[in-house]
């Protein structure tokens, strides 16, 4: 039974699986019912008392069937999740401005990574610096870069590509049932770009 002085177990059901862990639902002679894990009532009888609310019992072993007193360990909540979830390392990174190695969490780079913005630089520094100009030094095509926080497809800035002429074809072209991705594909352009273009010119 679990470790309660002041209560006598009348009637213990069949072993169940609770989470992975075995428990049992236990009936006590002053009718009140509850149920027991396994490895904390064990753990509450060798230690002669009743666990605390944040004190958890761990396998060691990390094998949730596995209840012998030598394989047990209390940790409180936070250590035993802290032993489950470990931190996840720092990512090192190179600046692709500076070339300078640098640390960052994880999970922001695979955010912005997965959102398609260009890099990764070490400082916002880094990342105005290589936006504001481009390997020919047109300053234009960085402004571009810096609005939508990518690199131009081909390299070659919208504004060059969308003229006044090819919004009009494109115009045409969504009128007649071609869809914006392909032609945004086409020219290498994001639809945003094409939207915004088309507006601009109140040809939408």
Known sequence: ???????KEVYRSPVCFIEGYRAYAVHYDSGKKTTVLEHRELMEKFIGRKLLSNEHVHHKDENKLNNS????????????AAHHNPTEPMMKLVCVYCN????????RERSERKRGKFGPFCS???S????SQDT?????LGKARKVSGR??????????????????????????GESCRSIANEL??????ISYNLKKNNLK
Do not use: Q, W
């Open 124 to 126: 916002r520094v880094c």
């Open 100 to 107: 300078n190695k640098f640390e960052r969490i994880p999970y």
């Open 128 to 131: 105005g610096k290589y936006f």
């Open 1 to 7: 039974m679990c470790y309660n002085s002041s209560m």
């Open 151 to 176: 690199k131009p497809k081909d390299g070659i800035h919208a504004s060059k590509k969308l003229t006044y002429d090819i919004l009009v074809s494109i115009r045409n072209r969504i009128a007649n």
């Open 69 to 80: 007193i030598d394989n047990l360990e209390i940790l409180t909540a936070a250590d035993h």
């Open 188 to 193: 290498a352009v994001d639809r945003s770009t």
């Open 136 to 140: 020919t030094g047109d300053f234009s």
